[in-house]
Each structure stands twice: as structure tokens, then as C-alpha cells.
């Protein structure tokens, strides 16, 4: 979309949410711009759903989310520009006394956190799917130097989540993101990691982690490093701030990491790793149709970034995630609920509404679907959850499991190569089938020629 059409659908949104003085604050998730209204009353949903340009509008807890598409991100600085506010990069505080949502503040908050580290780690994933791929292929030699060097580029994706995620939550928590990165920087340390017995510090024990592809332990320390810095910052004269502030955050939050909170939350972290993959062996199928039949509803609520840290810390703790494959299942079901609502429908303009968000959601967005088709028609929402279940089901049964974070099931198919990728294809296969069929079986009121 060129940037004149973004004014204009800037424009359009901004008249339908009530004007620039009706909105707090603005944000963005992968798909979607975030609004925070001043007052729910004065917005306009139904309009901002049929925006020319917006593929779908949903309210969550308070919040109207406009789906935009995976060009929100270009979209966002204009929508910026056109309403006069500021991006949205950290949870500001309430200096108006009114209190946001606790739900909706803990998704954004996730969603801030985890969101931007997106881009790497698809590109490490797939670049280490494909690796696999040719080494499975026999077409590369695999104890190469060509191999082994791009194999480090993927691993370096991961490798280093913590400083990536310490860029990110200091920016949702209001400390310098450089003094969060040099927390990151310790315990990734040549010096520490290179223990091989525990050391001291100030005459107490550091424990060995190994904190590489972490992820809850620096957001817990860079939480802790910016309690820090707005005590010292109370204690420190304003003119010496600037110099003694980040040498007593230094001092203090790098003990406290390395002595007490990194070796706890990451303690904590293994538990809950251990936990999900213990719970998926148990449940297997069962499970797997739970979690496929219910995440279409998560995206469509808007929920389904609540995800992605316990993804994330399983690819830390095992090096592989077991819930990726059920998502890709979940959303090859909305795209077969969406193929045959276009194949059902006798409305030409919805036909290829219809199929253009039926591929949209193969390749791995689901949003126009999903808000654009089957939250109209309501029925075919049936066959997607069936699908989604189904195909899940293969996918939990067989212990197919992705390599790195990425969009499902097409976008990152490299994901997936390897042993089982022919099982990972006929549980895409099976959800699309299942979900056309109960989507034909159901029926739904056609919208109007």
C-alpha cells in the first residue's frame, strides 16, 4: 500500500475512533493497531470494520484493535503522524488516575516485549530448518566449514535472545535499554560463562547457569534493574545523575542477578518448560486437539500472544517447540474455512475476499480470515475449530515439532523439515480437509450480492 492510501486509511480510522482527543494511546502488534479509547462510547467498530484498507476490527478488554495485515508496521508511523500522538514503545505510567484494564495491560505488556524479537528469530529458525533439510537430503556435508558457519548464524538468533529481550522490556519498563543490554552482556559474560565451578561475589556463592536463549531471567532483571534506577534516581542528586545512576544500577543489579534472581527464575523457568512438554506427552492427541481447535478463537480474541513465552522457553530449555505445529494446523483450518466460503459463496466481491484471505492465512495470517470472513458468517467458524482440532490432533500424536518461532504453516515451512515433515503435511492436509467439509456440512446465510 503506498503511503497516500495509508493517510487516507489513517484518516478514515482516526474519524471512526472518535477523532485524535478520543484516543489515550496507540500501539501495534504484528497485524494489528492497538487503541486504547478515552471513551469506548464514541468509537465507531462497525465503521472501522468496513474502512476501505482495514480487513477487520475486534474489541478486546477495552481495546480496539484494527487489523491492518502484516504491513502495520509501515502503517503505524503514518497513523502516528496523521493523529498526532506518540509511539507507543513503553507502558506509560497512569498520571490520570484511571485504571487500566489488568488483562488487557498484561497482554500489551507481552505483547511489547516479545513482538519486536519476531523478525530474528524466524529468520534463525528458518535458516536452520533449511539447514536441516539439506543435511537430511544428503546434499551438503554437514561437518563443513560453508555449513557450520551458517549454522552459527541461526544458532546466533537464539543464542543471544536475552540481550534482544532486555532491549525490549526496558523499553516497556522505562530504564535505558544500553544499561539493560550490559546486564544481558554479564550473564553472557566470556568470564561467567566459561565457569565450570561456582564463583564468589563479595564473599557470596554465583551460581553456573547458563542463561544463553533465556527468557524469563533478564525480564525479571531488567524489571528489578529499573526499580533500581528510579530509587537511586530519588537518592542521587540531579546533576550527578547522569554518572553515578548507572554505576549504582551496575553494582547492584549485577550481584542480584547473578546470586539470587537469574538462578531462581531460571529455576522456575526449567519447571515450566518441563512442565508444557510433560503435559503434551500426557495429553498427546487429546491435547494437541484442545490447544488446534481453540486457537483460532485465541487470534481471533487476541490472545494468542499469551503464547509465545512459553514457546519461546521451551525452544530454551529442549531446543524445539511442540506447540508450533499445532498452531500451523489451527491456521491451514482457517484458510480451508475460508477456501470454501469462497467456493459456498455466491456473492463475487466476497468469493475473492474470501479466497485472497484464505491464502493469506496458509502462508500464516490469519486476521482477514478470521475478522473478514468467518467472524461475518459465524457458521464457518465451526469448520475451523474441526480442522484445527484434527489436524492438531496428527500433529500432537506423531511429536511434530518446529525448530524456531515463525508464521505457520506455509511462511515457515522450513520449520519443519526433517523426519517428520511428511506427517507435518498431512496434518496440514487433514485440517483443511475437515475444515472445508464441516464448513460445507454447517451452511451459513451468504451476505448479500
Known amino acids: 500500500m503506498s503511503n497516500s492510501k495509508f493517510t487516507v486509511l489513517a484518516n478514515d480510522i482516526l474519524e471512526a475512533a472518535g477523532g485524535a482527543d478520543n484516543i489515550d494511546k496507540v500501539s501495534h502488534c504484528f497485524t494489528r493497531l492497538r487503541i486504547d479509547p478515552v471513551d469506548l462510547n464514541k468509537v465507531d467498530v462497525e465503521k472501522l470494520k468496513s474502512v476501505k484498507g482495514s480487513k477487520g476490527c475486534v474489541v478486546n478488554n477495552g481495546q480496539v484493535q484494527v487489523i491492518i495485515g502484516t504491513e502495520v508496521e509501515d502503517f503505524y508511523p503514518v497513523f502516528l503522524k496523521v493523529s498526532g500522538k506518540e509511539a507507543q514503545t513503553a507502558v506509560k505510567e497512569n498520571l490520570d488516575g484511571k485504571k487500566e484494564n489488568k488483562v488487557n495491560q498484561v497482554l500489551n505488556t507481552i505483547a511489547q516485549i516479545f513482538i519486536p524479537t519476531f523478525p530474528a528469530l524466524a529468520a534463525g529458525g528458518l535458516l536452520k530448518g533449511l539447514l536441516v533439510a539439506l543435511m537430511f537430503s544428503g546434499k551438503v556435508d554437514s561437518t563443513g566449514g560453508t555449513f557450520n558457519m551458517l549454522m552459527m548464524f541461526s544458532d546466533a538468533a537464539f543464542y543471544f535472545l536475552p540481550f534482544y529481550l532486555a532491549y525490549t522490556t526496558a523499553n516497556v519498563f522505562h530504564i535505558k535499554p544500553v544499561l539493560a543490554m550490559v546486564l544481558a552482556g554479564v550473564i553472557l559474560h566470556p568470564t561467567y560463562t566459561g565457569l565450570t565451578a561456582s564463583s564468589s561475589l563479595f564473599g557470596l556463592t554465583v551460581p553456573v547457569v547458563d542463561y544463553s536463549s533465556t527468557v524469563f531471567p533478564i525480564i525479571v532483571g531488567v524489571i528489578v534493574l529499573a526499580f533500581i534506577d528510579r530509587l537511586a534516581r530519588k537518592i542521587v542528586p540531579s546533576s550527578f545523575a547522569g554518572i553515578f545512576v548507572p554505576l549504582i544500577d551496575l553494582l547492584i543489579a549485577g550481584p542480584i542477578m547473578l546470586i539470587a534472581v537469574g538462578p531462581a527464575i531460571n529455576m522456575l523457568s526449567n519447571v515450566v518448560g518441563n512442565a508444557v512438554i510433560g503435559l503434551y506427552e500426557k495429553t498427546g492427541a487429546i491435547g494437541g486437539a484442545v490447544f488446534g481447535g481453540v486457537y483460532p478463537i485465541l487470534v481471533f480474541l487476541g490472545l494468542h500472544h499469551a503464547v509465545v513465552p512459553v514457546e519461546l522457553q521451551s525452544l530454551a530449555v529442549n531446543?524445539?517447540?511442540p506447540l508450533l505445529a499445532l498452531g500451523a494446523a489451527?491456521?491451514?483450518?482457517?484458510?480451508?474455512?475460508?477456501?470454501?466460503?469462497?467456493i459456498d459463496s455466491r456473492n463475487k466481491e466476497f468469493k475473492g475476499l474470501s479466497l485472497s484471505s484464505a491464502i493469506s492465512s496458509i502462508i500464516g495470517i490469519t486476521?482477514?480470515?478470521?475478522?473478514?470472513v468467518l467472524g461475518i458468517l459465524k457458521r464457518p467458524f465451526a469448520g475451523a475449530v474441526a480442522g484445527g482440532a484434527a489436524g492438531a490432533a496428527i500433529m500432537a500424536a506423531?511429536?511434530?515439532?518446529?525448530l524456531g518461532l515463525g508464521p505457520v504453516p506455509l511462511a515457515g515451512i522450513a520449520l519443519f523439515f526433517g523426519e517428520k515433515f511428511p506427517i507435518f503435511l498431512v496434518g496440514i492436509a487433514v485440517s483443511i480437509v475437515v475444515s472445508m467439509v464441516v464448513t460445507h456440512i454447517v451452511k451459513f446465510e451468504d451476505v448479500e450480492l
Open 319 to 321: 531446543g524445539y517447540d
Open 330 to 342: 489451527a491456521n491451514a483450518s482457517v484458510a480451508g474455512a475460508a477456501l470454501m466460503v469462497s
Open 367 to 372: 486476521e482477514p480470515a478470521l475478522y473478514g
Open 398 to 402: 506423531f511429536k511434530v515439532y518446529g
